[in-house]
């Protein structure tokens, strides 16, 4: 059977509307690896609230995704887009004009409670056909990952030229070029439909829930999100004081530790496919998470230390991040995949904010081993669930193996 190809209108709709995803999500990770020291500075500034302001744009981002999503279907998705992106500005140029920690708290919040990623994906359902709709997620995957990876190295530069306060106005500067795009390159359908591979219907919400096979892939991606939050409210501070390496110069250690990391997963994920080992590859990336953690419980101290630690963590979370979403559409039962990832997506953003605001409350009171030693036990936790998931369901399309 042939396979069709995405033609010059779905690929212009979808590379445009990925791009304003990628807009969004360079303004919220650009200062991931900056944030907890210029916080530092602000006026009431404590280790909790610091890691409060980390993650608390994943707490309204968990909460306002899926109605969103769901309002577009009544409203059309570009109103809810443009308010999503307006919200977003408003919460930047927040963060930016702000010298007190309830300002930042304030503006992180706004920022996350523009939250679109829903009404983009179903926006990109209605401009693609059906056949041609898993490359255009493709798209949208591979752009969520070099955004994450871009804004890793490009936070600790342009803290260094335009400031922390600096990066907020870019953030809110992107959002405007964003609606841009929407209103430029991106067409209006005649009508939107709802597309159960890619939307939630509230209807089945309960069952998808209590789903056991999809609860233990949540429970994965909450657990990575947490404990990536986690790490960057103590790492940097941790690296600033242990190696001498302040926030501007910090690219110098995630450039090569990401270049390594992409490159040593890329085998990870031929052997798992060419070989059909996804379990075992999956199962050992999240011993290499707990492994990692454990380290730096030991190392954090040393630099070189934390260097062999974030090049395991980041190998392992590349491979799993690219797996979890392809498990979840696999296990979800037919029809329900829309659902199924719409909870998994809510389930990354409670972990966003559960690992920032955890880490900041026990930072605070014992230390940045007890940050690590908290992703640890996570991390194990996690371990024994992946350990006992089933090699391979009763369906084909389910396999695990």
């Known amino acids: 059977m042939k396979t069709l190809s995405i033609n010059a209108g779905e690929k212009r709709a979808t590379l445009s509307l990925s791009l304003i995803f990628a807009f969004r999500m360079l303004g919220l990770f650009m200062v991931l690896p900056v944030l907890s020291l210029y916080a530092h500075n602000l006026i009431g500034a404590t280790p909790a609230l610091i890691g409060f302001a ?4 994943g707490l309204t981002q968990a909460c306002l995704q899926l109605p969103l999503g769901m309002l577009s279907d009544k409203i059309g998705r570009k109103r809810v887009i443009t308010g999503g992106l307006l919200v977003f500005i408003a919460g930047s140029i927040v963060c930016a004009l702000s010298h007190t920690m309830a300002g930042l708290i304030m503006g992180r919040a706004l920022q996350g409670a523009g939250a679109i990623g829903a009404t983009l994906i179903a926006f990109i359902a209605d401009l693609t056909r059906e056949e041609t709709r898993t490359k255009a997620m493709a798209i949208v995957g591979v752009t969520i990952g070099l955004s994450f990876a871009i804004a890793m190295i490009a936070g600790p530069v342009l803290s260094s030229l335009i400031g922390v306060s600096g990066i907020f106005w870019l953030t809110a500067l992107l959002g405007l070029i964003g609606i841009g795009i929407l209103f430029t390159l991106v067409p209006t359908p005649t009508h939107c ?5 890619v939307e ?13 096979h999809l609860v233990r892939l949540y429970a994965g991606i909450f657990t990575l999100h947490a404990i990536l939050t986690a790490s960057f409210v103590v790492l940097p501070p941790l690296l600033q004081e242990a190696a001498g390496l302040e926030a501007h110069r910090q690219w110098l250690l995630y450039l090569p530790v990401l270049l390594l990391a992409f490159v040593s997963m890329i085998p990870c994920i031929i052997f798992a496919e060419k070989y059909h080992r996804l379990k075992p590859v999956f199962v ?11 380290a730096l ?8 230390g934390v260097a062999f630690c ?5 190998t392992a979370f590349t491979f799993l991040e690219a797996s979890l979403p392809s498990l979840v559409s696999k296990t979800a039962p037919r029809g329900s995949k ?7 997506s809510t389930a990354q953003f409670l972990g966003i904010f559960a690992g920032g605001s955890l880490a900041g409350l026990l930072y605070g009171r014992y230390g940045a081993s007890s940050v690590f030693l908290m992703s640890l036990l996570l991390a194990i936790i996690w371990l024994i669930i992946a350990i006992k998931m089933p090699a391979r ?3 084909p399309s389910n396999q695990l193996s």
């Open 54 to 57: 980390l993650g608390s744009y």
């Open 193 to 197: 439909e709802f597309h159960r591979d």
């Open 200 to 212: 939630t219907l509230p209807a089945l919400l309960i069952s998808t829930i209590k789903d056991l």
């Open 284 to 294: 050992s990336s999240v011993a290499l998470i707990a492994l990692s953690q454990g």
């Open 297 to 304: 419980w030991e190392w954090h101290g040393h630099y070189l």
């Open 310 to 314: 974030l090049y395991g963590f980041f």
């Open 338 to 344: 829309g659902t199924a990832m719409g909870v998994y």
């Open 393 to 395: 369901d009763n369906t």
